[in-house]
């Protein structure tokens, strides 16, 4: 078989074997034929490629493009010039539904159902590996490095998938990888498993402790094998949530679907920090004092961070045009003063969110699309439609709380209790100065108040401090005493955990601004997070830490001596029609829009958030990356031709970059020529004023080799670069633009990234034998060595 056939065959084979890994992140083996059929046509096209004769830096790019254009032609063909050219729309619709098929691995936990989508885009990673295995193996012959891509598919189940996978699961990519190495001619097994000449100089015949060359190759592939299992997945790191294991999605057994979603705590700095304070949505109610809006609760900390646990996610049922109800409050007695508000919703087209904005505790839901609730939580999480412009209708309860009563509250029950007390080791002096601001104080409500005081009165609001709120930033938070809302939510909830206070952290926004036509507008800046305390008969109570500054009056539930109670009665709610009752607003420090304000009147459109940093750093980057080529090849010339060296040195690193200046402009070049020869072959391909400067080049390497004193190096850089001008000058300005911008050349420095591993496993795997032979000489020996007769 043709070595470059058998090479191309073992790239798709060990791709194929470590997608085998992906099977437990899966439901369902059904995106496995849409892989193989992408693996052969990575595969056939890159053979194509290198037997056409195509440079080798221009084979993963012919890869690359003929991927796309086929996924084009598969999944977005609907807007094809003449039917098979693609078009900005058909780049823009395959762009949209990756984005679909990423939004579903967002949401699922693995394993996740199938979704054909996500099917198109599990085949495209693997596309994008198999072209990463393809260069290294096939085109470069770097056998060793290919596996590192084939051990990134194995990553991403090991590290996503709950409760890990099989060992047995690296069994196939390892056998992959074994293929490759195997693949290659038996001059690079040869040259990479025994350097010529070291075994007989390490140990004769005599003392029988020569390696056999397959022995000394199986003996390095299973180090190489070995290492990389063990050693990468070390250095690589961790795969950010939302990869595989967040989401909803079928669990392992689970009799529902269980979620684990996005920590969005993490940005409400960045929100917070907008240079525009951008509307996120608007609403009307039927309250004069509408509550925080919570998007997300976090139930869990795990030393670092709070964040939500698994979920069990259940169905809301509804029924089109009609409202769906969620079940009551956890906790919550029927006793309790309550009055049901109405809020309509409109999310602008800024805020991407799968988690349904809504006042807690919700109890009907009138939306589009299909959604679910997590029971524990009343959290709403969208089952396909984000929020982005989305319309809806909400019922809540707002509660008649008072604070005798909830100081009068009973204990949890043990269930609740012991779930959410639940905390890390944690520093003594956290539950210290706990225990020393809570005084003498005896029940759960005494100790909250006592808490939401200290921070609202010691401690200053502050965005600019680094945001975070694991140990070290817990610590730095109480020292300085200053912070915003993540650090005082974030440290209450500890600190009443650690004071037997079920506790949990609301993550959301703000009431916003009432506007003249009475809607209320909620912007980024509103942003928020709280903390939601646990009370018999009361369920989960909302605490405001973060002082006023921000925030506003604390809850009147939280000031005890307010025995009035929180909600308002029917009679005083207000017509949200009603411009006349336009009287009051939130504490929330949002401005008023000026009258060119886009979210006044209908139709609503969010206003333009400016030019996004995003695309300007994406351009860089691609820019950056498309001139580490050129810049790579300025490097290598600057240090051959740096007048600092010895004499002998400039002249041959003048030949090699003449070398490489030949290859560049598309001519061959034979190392094992002589300087004269060599000078021969390209006078007539250089222009005749600069034949005398070929000239200077050969007799000034042929000085520096030969003469028994070869001088100085004379003018030998000048005359390069005369050489060098006149060959690019003779190609096409297609031509000079590739040798400009991807060198050929740089294929002849890539020897260079694997001589010294293989030089350090050259002496690792004569270690042993050099060791047998300085034994074998020690003195003692040679004096027990009878004399020769």
Same mark, same amino acid.
């Given at each position: 078989?043709?070595?470059?056939?058998?090479?191309?065959?073992?790239?798709?084979?060990?791709?194929?074997?470590?997608?085998?890994?992906?099977?437990?992140?899966?439901?369902?083996?059904?995106?496995?034929?849409?892989?193989?059929?992408?693996?052969?046509?990575?595969?056939?096209?890159?053979?194509?490629?290198?037997?056409?004769?195509?440079?080798?830096?221009?084979?993963?790019?012919?890869?690359?493009?003929?991927?796309?254009?086929?996924?084009?032609?598969?999944?977005?063909?609907?807007?094809?010039?003449?039917?098979?050219?693609?078009?900005?729309?058909?780049?823009?619709?395959?762009?949209?539904?990756?984005?679909?098929?990423?939004?579903?691995?967002?949401?699922?936990?693995?394993?996740?159902?199938?979704?054909?989508?996500?099917?198109?885009?599990?085949?495209?990673?693997?596309?994008?590996?198999?072209?990463?295995?393809?260069?290294?193996?096939?085109?470069?012959?770097?056998?060793?490095?290919?596996?590192?891509?084939?051990?990134?598919?194995?990553?991403?189940?090991?590290?996503?998938?709950?409760?890990?996978?099989?060992?047995?699961?690296?069994?196939?990519?390892?056998?992959?990888?074994?293929?490759?190495?195997?693949?290659?001619?038996?001059?690079?097994?040869?040259?990479?498993?025994?350097?010529?000449?070291?075994?007989?100089?390490?140990?004769?015949?005599?003392?029988?402790?020569?390696?056999?060359?397959?022995?000394?190759?199986?003996?390095?592939?299973?180090?190489?094998?070995?290492?990389?299992?063990?050693?990468?997945?070390?250095?690589?790191?961790?795969?950010?949530?939302?990869?595989?294991?967040?989401?909803?999605?079928?669990?392992?057994?689970?009799?529902?679907?269980?979620?684990?979603?996005?920590?969005?705590?993490?940005?409400?700095?960045?929100?917070?920090?907008?240079?525009?304070?951008?509307?996120?949505?608007?609403?009307?109610?039927?309250?004069?004092?509408?509550?925080?809006?919570?998007?997300?609760?976090?139930?869990?900390?795990?030393?670092?961070?709070?964040?939500?646990?698994?979920?069990?996610?259940?169905?809301?049922?509804?029924?089109?045009?009609?409202?769906?109800?969620?079940?009551?409050?956890?906790?919550?007695?029927?006793?309790?003063?309550?009055?049901?508000?109405?809020?309509?919703?409109?999310?602008?087209?800024?805020?991407?969110?799968?988690?349904?904005?809504?006042?807690?505790?919700?109890?009907?839901?009138?939306?589009?699309?299909?959604?679910?609730?997590?029971?524990?939580?009343?959290?709403?999480?969208?089952?396909?439609?984000?929020?982005?412009?989305?319309?809806?209708?909400?019922?809540?309860?707002?509660?008649?709380?008072?604070?005798?009563?909830?100081?009068?509250?009973?204990?949890?029950?043990?269930?609740?209790?012991?779930?959410?007390?639940?905390?890390?080791?944690?520093?003594?002096?956290?539950?210290?100065?706990?225990?020393?601001?809570?005084?003498?104080?005896?029940?759960?409500?005494?100790?909250?108040?006592?808490?939401?005081?200290?921070?609202?009165?010691?401690?200053?609001?502050?965005?600019?401090?680094?945001?975070?709120?694991?140990?070290?930033?817990?610590?730095?938070?109480?020292?300085?005493?200053?912070?915003?809302?993540?650090?005082?939510?974030?440290?209450?909830?500890?600190?009443?955990?650690?004071?037997?206070?079920?506790?949990?952290?609301?993550?959301?926004?703000?009431?916003?601004?009432?506007?003249?036509?009475?809607?209320?507008?909620?912007?980024?800046?509103?942003?928020?997070?709280?903390?939601?305390?646990?009370?018999?008969?009361?369920?989960?109570?909302?605490?405001?830490?973060?002082?006023?500054?921000?925030?506003?009056? %604390?809850?009147?539930?939280?000031? &005890?001596?307010? @025995?009035? /109670?929180?909600?308002?009665? +029917?009679? $005083?709610? !207000? *017509? #949200?029609?009603?411009?006349?009752?336009?009287?009051?607003?939130? %504490?929330?420090?949002?401005?008023? &829009?000026?009258? @060119?304000? /886009?979210?006044?009147?209908? +139709?609503? $459109?969010? !206003? *333009? #958030?400016?030019?996004?940093?995003?695309?300007?750093?994406?351009? %860089?980057?691609?820019?950056?990356?498309?001139?580490?080529?050129?810049?790579?090849?300025?490097?290598?010339?600057?240090?051959?031709?740096?007048?600092?060296?010895?004499?002998?040195?400039?002249?041959?690193?003048?030949?090699?970059?003449?070398?490489?200046?030949?290859?560049?402009?598309?001519?061959?070049?034979?190392?094992?020529?002589?300087?004269?020869?060599?000078?021969?072959?390209?006078?007539?391909?250089?222009?005749?004023?600069?034949?005398?400067?070929?000239?200077?080049?050969?007799?000034?390497?042929?000085?520096?080799?030969?003469?028994?004193?070869?001088?100085?190096?004379?003018?030998?850089?000048?005359?390069?670069?005369?050489?060098?001008?006149?060959?690019?000058?003779?190609?096409?300005?297609?031509?000079?633009?590739?040798?400009?911008?991807?060198?050929?050349?740089?294929?002849?420095?890539?020897?260079?990234?694997?001589?010294?591993?293989?030089?350090?496993?050259?002496?690792?795997?004569?270690?042993?034998?050099?060791?047998?032979?300085?034994?074998?000489?020690?003195?003692?020996?040679?004096?027990?060595?009878?004399?020769?007769?």
């Amino acid at each position: 078989m043709n070595e470059a056939l058998r090479n191309t065959i073992a790239g798709v084979a060990a791709t194929f074997l470590a997608c085998l890994a992906l099977l437990p992140a899966y439901q369902g083996q059904e995106w496995l034929g849409s892989a193989v059929l992408v693996l052969l046509f990575v595969g056939a096209t890159g053979f194509g490629l290198r037997q056409l004769g195509t440079p080798h830096l221009l084979v993963p790019l012919g890869q690359l493009a003929a991927l796309g254009w086929a996924f084009i032609l598969v999944y977005a063909h609907e807007d094809l010039r003449f039917g098979f050219l693609p078009s900005g729309d058909s780049v823009e619709a395959l762009t949209e539904r990756i984005n679909e098929g990423l939004l579903v691995v967002v949401r699922y936990a693995a394993p996740v159902p199938y979704d054909h989508d996500l099917a198109m885009v599990t085949a495209l990673g693997i596309g994008l590996v198999a072209i990463s295995v393809d260069t290294m193996c096939a085109t470069f012959r770097l056998a060793p490095w290919a596996g590192l891509p084939l051990l990134l598919l194995y990553s991403i189940p090991a590290t996503t998938v709950s409760g890990g996978i099989s060992a047995l699961a690296f069994i196939p990519a390892a056998i992959g990888y074994v293929i490759l190495l195997v693949s290659e001619s038996r001059e690079r097994l040869s040259r990479w498993g025994r350097v010529i000449g070291i075994a007989d100089d390490v140990a004769g015949p005599q003392d029988n402790v020569q390696a056999s060359l397959f022995g000394q190759t199986g003996r390095r592939v299973g180090a190489m094998v070995i290492g990389l299992a063990v050693v990468v997945p070390a250095l690589m790191p961790a795969l950010p949530e939302g990869i595989f294991g967040q989401g909803e999605g079928g669990g392992f057994g689970t009799s529902g679907q269980t979620i684990k979603v996005d920590n969005p705590i993490v940005d409400l700095r960045r929100d917070l920090r907008l240079p525009q304070n951008v509307p996120v949505l608007t609403y009307r109610t039927t309250t004069d004092t509408p509550d925080y809006i919570k998007l997300v609760t976090l139930d869990e900390f795990d030393g670092e961070r709070w964040r939500p646990s698994q979920r069990s996610v259940r169905n809301i049922e509804n029924e089109p045009g009609e409202s769906s109800r969620l079940p009551d409050p956890p906790g919550l007695s029927q006793s309790v003063p309550r009055t049901n508000v109405r809020t309509t919703f409109q999310v602008t087209d800024a805020l991407e969110s799968r988690w349904l904005p809504s006042p807690y505790p919700a109890t009907t839901l009138k939306a589009p699309g299909e959604w679910g609730y997590d029971p524990d939580t009343l959290d709403i999480v969208s089952r396909g439609k984000s929020s982005a412009g989305l319309m809806y209708d909400v019922s809540t309860l707002k509660l008649g709380l008072k604070p005798g009563e909830l100081d009068a509250a009973g204990l949890a029950p043990e269930a609740v209790f012991s779930r959410y007390t639940e905390l890390p080791p944690l520093p003594e002096q956290v539950k210290n100065i706990a225990l020393r601001q809570v005084g003498d104080a005896k029940t759960n409500y005494d100790k909250a108040i006592a808490l939401q005081s200290w921070f609202r009165t010691d401690f200053s609001y502050d965005i600019n401090v680094e945001s975070g709120h694991g140990e070290p930033a817990m610590l730095e938070f109480l020292a300085d005493k200053r912070g915003y809302c993540e650090q005082f939510a974030a440290t209450m909830a500890i600190m009443a955990r650690s004071l037997g206070i079920p506790a949990r952290v609301g993550v959301g926004y703000m009431a916003g601004t009432r506007q003249p036509d009475n809607r209320w507008l909620v912007t980024a800046h509103d942003s928020h997070a709280w903390p939601e305390l646990y009370f018999a008969g009361y369920g989960w109570v909302r605490f405001e830490p973060t002082p006023q500054a921000q925030t506003g009056l %604390a809850p009147s539930w939280t000031v &005890p001596d307010s @025995d009035t /109670p929180s909600a308002p009665t +029917p009679e $005083t709610t !207000v *017509d #949200p029609d009603d411009p006349s009752q336009n009287t009051t607003s939130s %504490a929330s420090p949002a401005p008023l &829009p000026g009258e @060119d304000d /886009p979210l006044r009147g209908a +139709p609503q $459109t969010p !206003v *333009d #958030p400016g030019i996004s940093p995003v695309p300007v750093l994406i351009l %860089a980057g691609v820019l950056l990356v498309a001139a580490v080529p050129f810049l790579v090849r300025t490097a290598i010339r600057q240090i051959r031709l740096s007048p600092r060296q010895p004499p002998g040195r400039l002249v041959e690193g003048a030949w090699r970059e003449l070398a490489d200046s030949s290859i560049d402009a598309g001519l061959t070049w034979d190392d094992a020529a002589t300087p004269r020869a060599t000078g021969a072959r390209l006078r007539p391909k250089v222009p005749q004023d600069a034949v005398a400067s070929l000239q200077e080049v050969v007799k000034a390497v042929e000085r520096s080799r030969y003469a028994p004193d070869p001088g100085s190096a004379g003018e030998v850089t000048e005359s390069l670069k005369a050489v060098t001008q006149a060959l690019r000058s003779t190609g096409s300005r297609a031509q000079q633009a590739r040798a400009l911008l991807l060198p050929p050349s740089l294929g002849r420095q890539l020897p260079r990234l694997w001589r010294p591993l293989f030089g350090l496993l050259d002496r690792m795997d004569t270690a042993g034998a050099r060791s047998v032979r300085q034994v074998l000489q020690l003195p003692w020996r040679r004096r027990r060595t009878p004399a020769a007769h």
